[in-house]
């Protein structure tokens, strides 16, 4: 069981164009980090939000950390297909939990 | 500086047989936890190791195992195989005994017969 909804499941775009995903949960966080997964390769660290309401940015990518810390957004601003995979968002429930709750993901695909 | 490093890649048993996965951690880090991850899921906690004692553990059968060497690295020990264990078995690892940001291996993918 997936405590972490994403949505949408499937996300296919043209190159150019502009995608947000959300992670949506009815539990707060402490903190919440997003992942990008390629085939045959483990998931990869794009951020980390601790702050309600945190908004931060890694080039073309926007994440934000809702006020009350159950939701991130992800937005990626003119998606290269270079940003094809799977993003996972993942969220630590105490400061010093030892484990990460992951959502099910969602499956980006940008078309050249 | 070492990534984290798991090995076999791929393997392929049959039900009712044993397997073990092992996992190198980065190095400088003395955490490593395990995840599966099912076809069209996000991962899911195993349990983690801490200075070699499990640290905390997920909602997995007693037929997951698994321990830490002194040099950090880890195994993950699965018997009496079942169909529903095919998977990605993920080795992450961290500092601290806390989950922190994870570095993740390349993943074992395990087919059950």
């Known amino acids: 069981t997936q405590l972490l909804e994403q949505s949408p499941q499937f996300l296919s775009i043209q190159e150019g164009e502009n995608l947000t995903v959300y992670c949506n949960s009815s539990?707060?966080?402490?903190?919440l980090q997003w992942y990008r997964q390629e085939p045959g390769e483990g998931p990869v660290l794009l951020v980390t939000?601790?702050?309600?309401?945190e908004v931060k940015k890694l080039k073309r990518l926007t994440f934000q950390f809702g006020d009350a810390r159950k939701d991130s957004s992800l937005h990626i601003t003119a998606a290269q297909t270079g940003d094809t995979g799977l993003y996972l968002c993942?969220?630590?429930?105490?400061?010093?939990?030892?484990?990460?709750?992951f959502g099910a993901g969602t499956t980006v695909t940008v078309r050249a | 500086e070492t990534g984290v490093t798991q090995s076999p890649t791929h393997l392929i048993k049959t039900r009712g047989q044993q397997v073990t996965l092992r996992c190198s951690s980065q190095s400088g880090h003395n955490t490593v936890s395990w995840y599966q991850q099912a076809l069209g899921q996000g991962p899911q906690f195993i349990f983690q190791y801490y200075r070699e004692e499990e640290n905390g553990r997920g909602n997995f059968p007693p037929r997951f195992s698994g321990l830490q060497f002194p040099n950090y690295s880890s195994e993950l020990n699965v018997n009496a195989l079942e169909l529903d264990d095919s998977a990605l078995y993920l080795c992450?690892?961290?500092?601290?005994?806390?989950?922190?940001?994870?570095?993740f291996g390349e993943g074992s993918r395990l087919t059950v017969l």
């Open positions: 539990s707060v966080f402490s903190s």
């Open positions: 993942a969220g630590a429930y105490r400061s010093n939990d030892y484990k990460l709750s």
């Open positions: 992450a690892s961290s500092l601290g005994g806390v989950a922190g940001e994870l570095f």
């Open positions: 939000v601790v702050t309600g309401g």
